[in-house]
């Protein structure tokens, strides 16, 4: 309006038209400062979400309805508004095809806009994006090299692989263009074009190579980074480029020995963008060919040597340095020469640098231990350090260092960090000291006390299956180291019932209930003043209870609200084993009222347990001494922890009943052959029939034989018998209803048998006694049906059926339906079979029985199960 | 590579935000959330790299403004804390001493600038020299339509 008022002026001078000109620019400028400015004011002034929501539906209304009336001269300046309104979060969709307008138009400043709104607007996931494909192609075609700058940012951005295929020559065209600042554009698109389809990274070849022969760095950076992608896209691409090493060696010489040149220093640095992308693509050349390597030696060191890393920038190349001499095939030197600069980074004051040096010591430290232990009280230093991100690297690199030497200052080090360190890391941490104490401990003694002050400080955090092996250890130790462990665990225990911290520390308090229970007349005994309870730091005070002052703490921690029912489990079989450690009569006393409340309790599980036991003070207490008899050892289980997290659910059980042991003992049997779930299922029942095993080296040998497959001479099973003078016979059935409400969990009972039958396999015919399998498939697990028939002319007693599979497979079993197997009858047992690995099943079976008083023995092994058992 | 970047202010707000990845813009939305919270947590004296997802995140406070970057697991971090650092000297000759309300008004030419140093993920020019002489190009080309079609609507052309 202002124009064409002053427009035709006879008097018009320069004056009035630069005036008129400033107007219009003000006016036209893209995008428009007054209207987008003061729309960003408006919405910077609204006070509150509402009133900020209401200035911008309103404002978008409005963009909408210029979009409706197709108003082109105001459109650029709409657009802006729109990215604005769009980097607030709220919905801007409907500008895309307006953007793709905005890109047709011939006025640079559209373009400009367009394209800007196109990479922010444009999802590849819709339609519209492949509209743009023509204006890019057209664009790419201009003759201003912005323009075509434009659309290769543009096509780098946000090609899909359809744009990529469509515009993939025009690309390799703008390659060969003289023009460095089109050619480094149309490089990076390349690279991503490669990116998106790598199949068109062939075309590309001939012009890449030769834009290592540039000088500008912009060209020769963008260079770097295509040839980059392709050699890690293939590896003919790869020994394609090998030619080049020399080159890019040059390269980077010239760039170390130039002089300084302003245009690329970077605080005394000459393009160290450019120096670690040839770097990092040396590194990928020289990875496994000692030529390139070779090559590549001398350069290294010298960047090595002569970066200067009081900045920044050169530990940037440091850095990538390091990691390219230890990728490459490089001198042994020049590898000591890069742990030590990591050791530098070590103690530099830039969290950043101690950071990334511990992360690149994570990488090498399995190349190259020894270095990196030289390290070693540096990177202990970093666990103390305020930044989560630094300590959690020197943990994992903690962890690494471990070795015989220096287990125990390791360890010690580790456990003040496990002591102070966050909730996230405690789990981790812990498992991980569990696993090196078991792999690196010097005495047993050391391992015990270190597995109790892990058990104190990781607290509940502790992954399960450290209870189940500490127990493991503790019950395979020396005598006096169980009397030991009980003491040390008693302190514990007590400490944290009267400090009332025991709820944060449920594992410590399983793993001392049970040792207690085990070993509670070692602790209470005078025997126990002989053994030295003096600690690191050569205190000793530990005071000897008395055998009321231990119930009472049970008590107090039986009748605590917070303890999981697992560990109230745990103390509560405990107890009752101590029933049987313990003499005097008040303690007696006072733990029968224990658990006689339990049989009242809410919780099934406990008030089933509190049931049982008191009827071993009732009915069947003439098995009381027999059953809570102390555990045999326990064999370290061979096996991962897959395997352990649920024999920690039957410790707890097996606790009660030692004639179980047969079972329980041998660990890395149990994994091969009952598994440790058979406790809580089928052959307890047969237990009663075989000789309690209070004697376990016979028991164990039994199971071991079993397992590796040793001829075993009927004479195995009445040593046991010999062995075992000290139990009662107990009568079979009772015990077998008792230990049946012990051990039954309904979960496996009722297996809903939804699957494929398959033909039965005979197992073993002799004797006149056949066992068949009847065979259901499922998925990854089979049902195997034991079908017992006798055709024998008298009945088979104590009936056992076990069975062994190797360690990939998981064994469930279920109670078989008897033990006596009649003329003509036939007992069944369900075996349940999961094969994760889905590998040939193969199954050993024992059964033993009497016929006319004689015990008989058998063993076979079946592997004449159908292939398609687990296809 | 880096997958994106994002500018955002200490109250959390967004200024700018790059993506060199596809993600629909839930996601962006959604990830741009989670990791302004995710930053605007740690405290100073942590590093500048952040194990996030599968990405590695890089950032780094420069007055009120938070420059976020997200790079693939082999970038160097310490050399994206220089691009960083570039990138704001380029904004900081472009605008003489930018401030935060500079990008917010101008936050299209935060835009060219980063797009004239970075282009699909990738360092495309390692001169300042040149990134802002393509700027001043382009600006320049801009004044001139403007210039241009004011002249012709007062009819001098």
Redesign the interface.
Same mark, same amino acid.
């Not at chain 1, 006016?27 to 995008?31: A, C, G, K, L, N």
């Not at chain 1, 393009?271 to 450019?274: C, G, N, S």
């Not at chain 1, 305020?386 to 630094?390: E, G, K, T």
């Given at each position: 309006m202002n124009?064409?008022e002053?427009?035709?002026n006879p008097a018009f001078n320069i004056a009035t038209?630069k005036q008129?000109?400033n107007?219009?620019?003000e006016?036209?400028?893209?995008?428009t400062p007054t209207r987008?400015?003061d729309l960003?004011r408006q919405i910077?002034a609204a006070r509150t979400a509402a009133e900020e929501r209401s200035v911008v539906n309103k404002e978008c209304a409005y963009i909408r309805s210029t979009f409706r009336e197709e108003d082109s001269v105001w459109r650029c300046r709409n657009i802006?508004k729109l990215? !604005?309104i769009h980097?607030?979060?709220y919905p801007a969709?409907f500008g895309q095809l307006e953007c793709l307008k905005l890109i047709a138009s011939p006025?640079?400043?559209d373009k400009?806009?367009g394209y800007?709104g196109a990479?922010?607007l444009l999802?590849?996931?819709q339609d519209v994006h492949l509209l743009i494909t023509n204006c890019l192609k057209n664009d790419l075609n201009s003759n201003?090299q912005?323009v075509v +700058?434009l659309a290769?940012?543009t096509l780098?951005?946000?090609?899909?692989p359809e744009m990529a295929r469509d515009l993939a020559s025009e690309v390799e065209r703008l390659i060969k263009s003289p023009n460095a600042?089109i050619k480094?554009?149309a490089a990076?698109?390349a690279?991503?074009i490669i990116?998106r389809v790598p199949d068109l990274m062939e075309m590309f070849l001939p012009a890449t190579r030769s834009l290592l022969t540039e000088k500008n760095? +912009?060209v020769l950076?963008?260079g770097v980074?295509l040839i980059t992608e392709m050699c890690e896209n293939s590896p003919d691409t790869l020994n394609h480029f090998k030619k080049i090493v020399p080159n890019l060696v040059r390269i980077l010489k010239n760039l170390i020995l130039a002089g300084y040149s302003p245009?690329?220093d970077?605080s005394g640095v000459s393009?160290?963008?450019?120096q670690?992308k040839i770097l990092?693509l040396l590194r990928i050349l020289g990875k496994n060919d000692a030529e390139a390597s070779e090559a590549m030696n001398d350069i290294l060191a010298q960047v090595a040597t002569n970066t200067e890393t009081s900045k920044?920038?050169g530990?940037?190349i440091l !850095?990538?340095t390091v990691l390219s001499i230890m990728d490459i095939k490089s001198e042994s030197s020049l590898r000591v020469l890069a742990i030590n600069i990591l050791g530098r980074f070590l103690l530099n004051n830039d969290?950043?640098?101690? !950071?990334?040096a511990l992360n690149t010591l994570l990488r090498t430290v399995h190349v190259d231990t020894s270095a990196v232990q030289r390290h070693r009280t540096t990177i202990l230093e970093c666990l103390k350090d305020?930044?989560?991100?630094?300590r959690r690297r020197a943990m994992e690199l903690s962890f690494a260092l471990i070795n015989g030497q220096n287990i125990r200052s390791m360890m010690k080090e580790l456990l003040s960090f496990l002591d102070r360190s966050d909730a996230e890391f405690k789990a981790h941490c812990s498992s991980a000291m569990v696993l090196a104490a078991e792999r690196y401990a010097p005495s047993n003694k050391w391992h015990l006390d270190t597995l109790f002050r892990v058990l104190l400080k990781a607290g509940n955090y502790l992954r399960d299956d450290t209870v189940s092996s500490t127990l493991q250890i503790v019950s395979s130790a020396a005598p006096e180291r169980q009397a030991y462990a009980a003491m040390r665990l008693w302190s514990s225990l007590e400490r944290s019932a009267v400090s009332g911290d025991a709820t944060e520390k449920q594992p410590l308090v399983q793993v001392a209930a049970w040792t207690i229970g085990e070993y509670g007349d070692l602790l209470v005994s005078e025997a126990s003043n002989a053994i030295s309870m003096v600690d690191e730091d050569g205190v000793d005070d530990f005071v000897r209870p008395s055998e009321e002052y231990v119930i009472d703490i049970y008590q107090k921690l039986l009748w605590s609200t917070q303890l999981s029912i697992n560990t109230k489990e745990y103390l509560l079989l405990s107890l009752a084993k101590l029933s049987t450690r313990f003499t005097t009569q008040p303690s007696q006393d006072k733990i029968r009222v224990i658990i006689d409340t339990f049989g009242s309790h809410i919780h099934i599980e406990l008030q089933q347990r509190g049931v049982e036991l008191s009827q071993l003070y009732r009915n069947y207490a003439h098995l009381r001494p027999a059953l809570l008899e102390r555990m045999p050892a326990m064999e370290a289980p061979a096996s991962g922890p897959e395997a352990r997290d649920d024999s920690d659910h039957d410790h707890d059980l097996s606790d009660a009943s030692p004639d179980h042991k047969p079972d329980q003992v041998a660990d890395a049997l149990l994994d091969l052959i009952i598994g440790s779930d058979s406790l809580t299922n089928g052959d307890v029942d047969h237990k009663p029939s075989q000789p309690p095993a209070s004697n376990n080296n016979s028991s164990s040998n039994d199971i071991l034989d079993l397992l590796s497959g040793l001829d075993l001479t009927p004479t195995a099973p009445s040593n046991v018998m010999n062995n075992n003078v000290s139990a009662p016979a107990p009568a079979p059935a009772p015990a077998a209803l008792l230990l049946d409400g012990l051990f039954a969990t309904p979960a496996h009972i009722n297996t809903p048998v939804t699957q494929v039958d398959l033909p039965t396999v005979t197992a073993l015919e002799k004797n006149g006694l056949r066992i068949v399998f009847g065979v259901q498939r499922g998925g990854d697990t089979v049902t195997l049906t034991m079908r017992a028939n006798s055709s024998a002319s008298s009945t088979l007693t104590d009936f056992l059926f076990q069975a062994a599979v190797p360690r990939t497979f998981q064994l469930d079993m279920m109670s078989p339906s008897g033990t006596v197997l009649p003329p003509q009858g036939e007992i069944t047992q369900v075996l349940k079979i999961t094969n994760p690995s889905r590998s040939a099943l193969r199954l050993r079976i024992r059964v033993s029985y009497n016929v006319d008083g004689v015990p008989v023995l058998e063993q076979a092994e079946v592997s004449s199960f159908p292939p398609e058992l687990f296809n | /590579?880096m997958q994106f970047m994002l500018l955002f202010s200490r109250q959390g707000k967004?200024?700018? &935000?790059?993506?060199?990845v596809?993600h629909?813009?839930k996601l962006k939305?959604k990830i741009t959330r989670e990791l302004i919270t995710t930053v605007l947590a740690r405290?100073p004296? /942590?590093?500048?790299?952040?194990?996030w997802k599968d990405v590695k995140i890089v950032y780094k406070r420069y007055a009120s403004l938070y420059f976020c970057c997200a790079m693939e697991q082999?970038d160097?971090?310490?050399?994206t804390?220089?691009?960083i650092h570039?990138y704001v000297e380029l904004l900081d000759k472009y605008f003489g001493s930018v401030c935060e309300l500079d990008i917010?008004?101008n936050?299209?030419k935060a835009?060219?600038i980063l797009?004239e140093l970075v282009?699909?993920?990738?360092? &495309?020019?390692?001169?300042?020299?040149?990134v802002l002489k393509?700027i001043a190009? &382009?600006d320049l080309? &801009?004044?001139d339509?403007?210039?241009d079609?004011?002249?012709r609507?007062?009819?001098?052309l």
């Open positions: 124009g064409s002053s427009g035709f038209i008129v000109v107007e219009a620019i006016r036209v400028r893209m995008p987008l400015r960003i910077r802006a990215l !604005y980097m607030l979060g969709h006025r640079f400043t400009r806009v800007l990479m922010l999802d590849e996931r201003t912005f +700058g290769l940012c780098g951005a946000i090609a899909s600042y480094k554009k990076l698109c690279f991503r990116r760095h +912009g950076i963008t980074t245009e690329h970077v393009d160290p963008f450019l670690v990092r920044n920038v530990n940037t !850095y990538e969290k950043n640098i101690r !950071y990334v305020p930044d989560v991100s630094i | /590579m967004l200024r700018l &935000q790059k993506w060199y596809a629909p813009d939305k405290k004296k /942590m590093c500048s790299f952040l194990e082999e160097n971090e310490l050399l804390l220089e691009l570039r917010i008004f936050f299209e835009y060219f797009d282009l699909g993920g990738e360092l &495309q020019e390692t001169s300042k020299k040149n393509a190009a &382009q080309l &801009q004044e339509e403007t210039v079609a004011a002249l609507e007062v009819g001098l």
